[in-house]
């Protein structure tokens, strides 16, 4: 079955500075990749997503791009802020599974230093 | 938006006794939903997947018995926790699709302390 490694578990960076979270996954067949936002004590908040036929995405400060052939896909966030202090989480979805269940990866704590 | 929601928050039980989980797709037809469970700092385990007038499928090692999942309509999917236990407090999330053909939004979660 599909498996999906995450690193960091924890990223400290300075206000302004960017931040990536990396992850790998192990189903070659799988061909949605979402990434999620999880704040204290609340569900998770999709953030941005991709998909297999595409190679990067980007929406104002976040950004996505996934590596087919190496099977890893990363999240990319510039400027980052306080407010995106939280922890993240990547996905895949095997093309195995027609009920679009996820796997998830371990969580990457992200704290943004003021 | 896709908006999910999950009542109660919070419940506290006691042992021994059965408690009731609700998620609803407020603005659209979840065609299929997820309950998930996830303990402090830990990923998202997911326990269960359930379509609309369907059984639900259960991951390996969870125990259909002991988590009745019940998927009554498109908009609503109970979970039920019976004869709960201390070691089932845990933060219990669930998700949807079908507002487009890949993303699942999250509930806010339910977190439940057994006493």
């Known amino acids: 079955g599909e498996n999906v490694e995450q690193h960091p578990s924890t990223l400290s960076v300075q206000e302004g500075d960017s931040a990536v979270i990396k992850c790998t996954y192990s189903?070659?067949?799988?061909?949605?990749f979402p990434w999620y936002k999880q704040e204290l004590g609340k569900g998770p908040q999709l953030i941005i997503d991709i998909r297999s036929n595409v190679g990067e995405k980007k929406d104002q400060r976040i950004a996505v791009t996934l590596n087919k052939t190496a099977k890893h896909f990363s999240l990319h966030i510039t400027e980052t802020q306080p407010e995106d202090s939280a922890v993240y989480f990547c996905a895949a979805s095997p093309l195995s599974s027609n009920t679009g269940k996820l796997i998830f990866g371990q969580g990457t704590t992200l704290q943004v230093k003021p | 938006g896709a908006v999910v929601s999950q009542h109660p928050s919070r419940v506290i039980c006691k042992s021994g006794t059965s408690v009731k989980i609700e998620c609803r797709s407020l603005?659209?037809?979840?065609?299929?939903m997820f309950w998930y469970r996830q303990f402090p700092k830990k990923s998202l385990m997911l326990m269960a997947t359930s379509n609309e007038g369907s059984k639900a499928t259960y991951e390996q090692g969870v125990e259909k018995d002991k988590f009745l999942i019940n998927h009554a309509s498109l908009t609503l999917s109970t979970l039920t926790v019976t004869s709960a236990h201390p070691e089932d407090s845990s933060f219990y999330i669930c998700?949807?699709?079908?507002?487009?053909?890949?993303?699942?939004?999250f509930g806010p979660g339910t977190r439940l302390t057994v006493t």
């Open positions: 998700s949807a699709t079908g507002k487009g053909p890949y993303e699942q939004y």
């Open positions: 603005d659209f037809q979840a065609t299929t």
């Open positions: 189903d070659s067949a799988s061909n949605y």
